[in-house]
């Protein structure tokens, strides 16, 4: 091999390293996990193996990761040391600032999808009622809590003030349930993809994530029964309603029959159930949580994704006993989640506002959910297939060409566009991609999807 030969695999390894560093520097690589394979490693990346054995020789040597017999490849440091380790032009590319950007990625609603001046005036409310903002109880505003029951009862999910933690947004409440329930080296059952492939909050505390494959009704009971071992630790985690990428609504039957699995089993759920109230086209079927009667299901609701995500209002509904256990654990981290904010939630909640207010926001995401699938049937249909949601706001694209994903970011981050690849959702390689249609205008939308056709056509060639 050439001096210039070697000098160029060179320079590719280093950026495979610092790509590897960015996964870590972000949280999405966490301590212990095991990264993956050199094969799909090169895959995803579209380089030769050998540019990727060397990227990984040189992070060995720096102790950023290791191998270890049985396991693999493993991250070994994700310190600040590692952060400082990246040069000012290296720096995780979700820490560089953009302007004018077309943002089809995000996860939550844009401001001109709320009622103007919707906040102003609770905001306004709430102010003339406060004497003072001291600790509240350890599960959270008394009134909140009373507000978040009626609202669930009245959805068709029948729980108790006693029974219901106030958390500071959903992913709070994922962190107090994997370090106060769940035991080390334990399994989390999960759709494959899932949204919590992209945030390690159980692989950071030593869990394994194990995904079941779904079909148009959710997840499949009869692989969910191969997974599962009696007397194995660990829980099955499911967004059932407007699934988190796919979109998908699992049907009541689907509902019923892994309730009925679970419970027979004693396999402990967690329902993530925060896009249920952003149906558009009808009501979901009844939640996970209404229809059991063991006390195995742990309930989590958010207002962030229907009406501020700055608000950090979530909670989780589950037996007393258990909400007891996760409320200890929660002041030890923070001691109790903003009384501001749970004020204004609870004025929210509490005459009917938040119902109004949801009307409103669903016709103004119909529009929009209209508007992305003109704009995908005009540019892809003859590209990729997908499936338009009934709820929430994400779009789960599969690309008919085997094309690479990471130069297809890359292109559209070059050119100021945002999507999520699949792979962010999955343990393996995806063709797929989430759109979301509840953030950019319909002419940005518009305006993406175009110039994603040009890219898609130019990669395929």
Known sequence: MSIGQLMKRSIKSDGVASWIKDQIALGKWSLGMKIPSQRVLAEDLSVNRSTVIAALEQLKADGIIEGVMGKG????NNTWSLLASLPPDNKPASQTAHTGIIDLSKGELAEDVFPENYL?????????????????????????????????????????????LIVSGAMQGFQLIASGLLEHRSSILLEEPSYLYSIHTFQSLGMSLKGIQMD????????????????????????????????ILMSEARRKEILSYCSSNRLP???????????LDAPPPPSLKSMDSSGNVLYIGS?????????????????????????NVKMQADYGTSSLSQRVAAEWLGEGLYEHHLEYVRKELLKRRQAASASLQRHLSDLAEWTIPSGGFFIWLRLNQN??????????LNEGILFHPGSIYTEGTSRAIRLSFGYAPPDQFEEGIKRMKKWIIALSK
């Open 73 to 76: 490849t493993i991250v070994a």
């Open 403 to 412: 094309i690479s994903l990471k130069e297809l970011c890359t292109e559209a």
């Open 120 to 164: 102003n005036d609770i905001l306004s409310r709430v102010s003339g009622k406060i004497n003072s903002l001291g600790y509240e109880d350890r599960g959270g505003y008394e009134p909140l809590r009373e507000a978040i029951a009626g609202y669930m009862t009245r959805q068709g999910t029948p729980v108790t003030p006693s029974s219901i």
């Open 303 to 327: 207002l962030s994704k229907t009406l501020s995500p700055g608000l950090r209002i979530g909670w989780i509904a589950g037996t007393d006993s258990v909400i007891e256990r996760l409320s």
């Open 269 to 279: 759920i967690i329902e993530d159930d925060i896009y249920r109230d952003l149906w």
């Open 216 to 247: 148009h009704e959710g997840l499949r009971p009869e692989l969910l029964q191969s997974a599962w071992t009696s007397g194995q630790k660990g829980a099955l985690y499911t967004i059932p309603c407007f699934h988190n990428p796919t979109g």
